[in-house]
Nanobody, 116 residues
Framework: QVQLVESGGGLVQAGGSLRLSCVAS????????MAWYRQAPGKQRELVAQ???????NYVDSVKGRFTITRAGAKNTVYLQMNSLKPEDTAVYYC??????????WGQGTQVTVSS
């Protein structure tokens, strides 16, 4: 089992920044992929950014150059630095752990609201 606890969401004006954190605990396989997804009202959940245990990253086109995903703390903490936020970034952001074939786990979500 893996537990994911997210924090760092909130309300920010357009152009501002937020940093989301996700702390993973439990039985974590060394070869795993951590990711941030988001879901806006009335829309499907989408991948925002992901990072492998080796440090390879991938971003959805709409956040490239604005968001950065990193890992720290024996790689069981993942961050999403979000800069130049736009109203269309408003969503519930979820942390996801693909635990190398041992299962996929989700956090409870954290709300990000960007005002215009």
């Amino acid at each position: 089992q893996v537990q994911l606890v997210e924090s760092g969401g909130g309300l920010v004006q357009a152009g501002g920044s937020l940093r989301l954190s996700c702390v993973a605990s439990g039985t974590i396989f060394s070869a795993n992929t951590m990711a941030w997804y988001r879901q806006a009202p009335g829309k499907q959940r989408e991948l925002v950014a992901q990072i492998t245990s080796g440090g390879s990253t991938n971003y959805v086109d709409s956040v490239k150059g604005r968001f950065t995903i990193t890992r720290a703390g024996a790689k069981n903490t993942v961050y999403l630095q979000m800069n130049s936020l736009k109203p269309e970034d408003t969503a519930v952001y979820y942390c996801r752990c693909d635990n190398g074939g041992l299962g996929i786990y989700w956090g409870q979500g954290t709300q990000v609201t960007v005002s215009s």
